[in-house]
């Protein structure tokens, strides 16, 4: 948070500061758990809801998060935030963790990734409907 706080003092146009994630199996898994997981990427950019700081006034102007979504509300909102061309940056610092272990929503709920696309058709249906006014 001091590094994300830091940047918005040193970055006053800034509205959203991300950071990036680091991945990691969970090290008190079973030998036989941990071959059945995996992790293609390390490292990776956090546009992830865990590793971003954004101003109150900003999030306030994309609105909340979607409650009837319980898997990909994050990419929805994030879609939102950049129609409403929320001024973001990326710190190269690791400012959160991710342990991977059996019971994430990606494994146990993968019938859920549908919902991807649905968020997709939401946020194309909306710009058609900007462009349409």
Do not use: C
């Amino acid at each position: 948070l001091a590094v994300q706080l830091e940047t918005f003092a040193r970055n006053p146009a800034v509205e959203m500061v991300f950071g990036n994630v680091e991945q990691f199996i969970s090290p008190e898994l079973e030998e036989s758990a941990k071959a059945k997981l995996s992790i293609r990427d390390k490292r990776l950019a956090g546009r992830y809801r865990g590793s971003m700081l954004i101003r109150k006034e900003s999030f306030w102007r994309v609105g909340p998060f979607e409650p009837s979504m319980d898997f990909a509300e994050f990419i929805d909102w994030y879609m939102r935030a950049a129609e409403h061309k929320i001024r973001e940056m990326m710190l190269p610092d690791v400012l959160t963790l991710r342990r991977i272990h059996g019971a994430n929503l990606g494994y146990t709920d993968r019938y859920k990734r549908v919902e991807y696309a649905r968020v997709l058709k939401r946020g194309l249906d909306r710009r058609r409907r900007l462009s349409e006014e």
